[in-house]
């Protein structure tokens, strides 16, 4: 399934700005009508890249939610994406709507038990709530590896008779960028050493990839794919990271090619390889 043509990154750019000074993520969603979780991934994976690209992790959401609509197909990857963005790299989240019902509704519920103090009738108003906040920033966080490399390469099975490549990620809980870029780091550059593309099954039995990871644990697998992969199939991901990782594919045009067994991604394995002996022998 691919998003619809209003979540393309031209079109979703000018809805997401960054402002470098107050450490502000400001997020348009007027009009906007998420028919399918497609669209919604389509949408926070920009988010994503646009947070990836600015180099820090944490932010301050200030989000226009005026006239939008999400169908009850798109609404669990809404609300999924929507959390993990908060919890991975929000620092503070707020929302301001200016149609006529909503500022009634905000009248209504000031001073009583049902006030939401996050959502605001206007920008300035929300901006200026955010701007009195303090940053929970540091002088850019040195996280604490998780891994060691030694210990990661035993994890690697280059298999050269079949071209295969088994890499073992179970049981591993990728905490932070920095467990994410070491953990790619040293794959790159093992497979460097060989000089040529690899078949890949990856073992997700037990992996966790924790919020504040999956932003760059996105941009750094889709390069790595492409850089080194002649095929990819992962098996055995576990509820909370197979959802993940169905959701965050939807919007793409690669499959997320996951299965439950290491038997049944050698299948599908072969199917792809299969697949690439067809295309070339016609070329």
Do not use: C
């Amino acid at each position: 399934m691919l998003y619809s043509d209003d979540f393309s990154p031209d079109i979703l750019d000018p809805r997401i700005t960054v402002h470098e000074g107050p450490q502000i993520i400001e997020i348009d969603f007027t009009g906007l009508y998420f028919h399918t979780s497609a669209d919604v991934n389509a949408f926070y994976d920009r988010v994503e890249a646009r947070i990836g690209e600015t180099g820090e992790a944490l932010w301050f959401f200030m989000v226009n939610t005026q006239d939008y609509r999400v169908d009850g197909d798109a609404w669990f990857a809404f609300t999924r994406r929507g959390l993990d963005l908060n919890e991975g790299h929000g620092m503070k989240i707020v929302r301001y709507d200016a149609d006529p019902m909503t500022v009634a509704q905000i009248a209504r519920e000031k001073g009583t038990d049902r006030e939401n103090p996050n959502l605001f009738t206007t920008r300035a108003d929300a901006l200026g709530f955010l701007k009195s906040l303090p940053s929970k920033r540091r002088t850019r966080t040195a996280h604490h590896p998780n891994f060691q490399k030694a210990e990661f390469l035993r994890r690697m099975k280059f298999n050269h008779d079949t071209a295969i490549l088994e890499i073992d990620l179970s049981g591993m809980s990728l905490e932070h960028s920095r467990d994410v870029n070491d953990v790619h780091n040293w794959a790159e550059e093992a497979i460097r050493a060989t000089r040529h593309k690899w078949w890949m099954v990856f073992n997700y039995e037990g992996t966790r990839i924790q919020s504040p990871a999956w932003v760059q644990f996105s941009l750094r697998s889709e390069v790595f794919n492409a850089d080194y992969s002649m095929g990819s199939v992962r098996y055995a991901l576990g509820s909370e990271t197979e959802a993940d990782k169905r959701l965050r594919y939807e919007a793409k045009t690669t499959r997320p090619n996951i299965r439950n067994t290491r038997a049944e991604a050698y299948a599908r394995l072969e199917e792809l390889r299969a697949e690439y002996a067809a295309d070339h022998a016609q070329k």
